[in-house]
């Protein structure tokens, strides 16, 4: 069974940092692209950060230069590191597994979900 779980979610002030984490059990870790998204209300869910292969990394505009994806294949942890936020960066942060290209399964997993406030 997969399981990914967030945490590290909560209330900052604008122009402070949170590190959100996702512990992921049931996958081989190591060949997922993982990933965060973010769904605020009355938005679709968009993507925050994600590794495209084992090295690579793709960001929002949005999140450019203040937020930093990582990885530790060790833990089975996947981070995201969010510095000088914002208050439009307030809204649920899910963590997600895609398959790499080719793989068996084509199915992607999600967690539960974590919120993030950024609010004086």
């Known amino acids: 069974q997969v399981q990914l779980v967030e945490s590290g979610g909560g209330l900052v002030q604008p122009g402070g940092s949170l590190r959100l984490s996702c512990a992921a059990s049931g996958i081989i870790f190591s060949i997922y692209n993982l990933g965060w998204y973010r769904q605020a209300p009355g938005n679709q869910r968009e993507l925050v950060a994600a590794?495209?292969?084992?090295?690579?990394?793709v960001y929002a505009d949005s999140v450019k230069g203040r937020f930093t994806i990582s990885r530790d294949n060790a833990k089975k942890t996947v981070y995201l590191q969010m510095d000088s936020l914002k208050p439009e960066d307030t809204a649920v942060y899910y963590c997600?597994?895609?398959?790499?290209?080719?793989?068996?399964?084509?199915?992607?997993?999600w967690g539960q979900g974590t919120q993030v406030t950024v609010s004086s």
């Open positions: 997600n597994a895609d398959p790499p290209p080719g793989f068996v399964s084509t199915r992607r997993y």
């Open positions: 590794f495209t292969s084992r090295s690579s990394t």
